[in-house]
């Protein structure tokens, strides 16, 4: 699960130690202020400190910008794109067989494209597809995390999705 919600972090801040940090800020603030509650409703409850995490940490960072506009030229905008796709590929590999070098390669594009354009979605659009499609929770679940209607979940799901869909297209399409 700290995994899933690193990489989660990730594409949010685009910065390992920052989503490093706003991932183990979850995970204590769950033990803190949850620990009496049923195992049962921590992953929600995890997902939901983890979004508001990630809000204060824009936050922060907005406020700081604006204190120091003078030194912004010399915080970088440094890109990572430090993952590591074959690990997440090993795990999507579960069938036992065993795949040509062209094949794992041709996979591994294809993983760096899908997780290029998820970065470029929009950021509501994006937490909603990573709650409902890499995190698996259902409609009402991701509402819930998300401090939004279902409506407003199946909206930014099928958005990012039609994005997803017509820019790996519009790639595919171009030699």
């Known amino acids: 699960m700290e995994k899933r919600a690193f990489k989660r972090s990730l594409y949010h801040v685009r910065d390992d130690e920052a989503a490093l940090d706003i991932v183990q800020d979850s995970m204590m603030k769950l033990a803190e202020h949850y620990g009496d509650k049923p195992v049962s ?16 940490w824009f936050r922060r960072r907005k406020t700081r910008q604006s204190m120091f506009i003078d030194f912004s030229d010399a915080q970088g905008d440094a890109e990572d794109d430090g993952f590591d796709l074959l690990e997440l590929l090993g795990a999507a590999n579960t069938d ?22 998820i970065e470029k979605l929009p950021p509501r659009q994006r937490e909603a597809f990573l709650l409902r499609y890499w995190e698996e929770l259902d409609i009402a679940e991701t509402a819930s995390a998300m401090g939004c209607s279902e ?3 199946k909206t930014h799901c099928f958005r990012a999705v039609q994005t997803l869909a017509s820019a790996l297209k519009a790639k595919k399409s171009t030699p």
């Not at 995890?46 to 995490?53: D, E, K, P, T």
């Not at 036992?96 to 899908?114: P, R, Y």
């Open 41 to 56: 409703e921590l992953p929600l409850l995890f997902q939901r400190i983890l979004s508001n995490c990630t809000l204060d």
């Open 96 to 117: 036992g067989l065993q795949q040509s070098a062209e094949q794992n390669l041709i996979q591994s594009q294809t993983m760096a494209e899908i997780e290029a354009e």
């Open 151 to 153: 409506g407003s979940v």
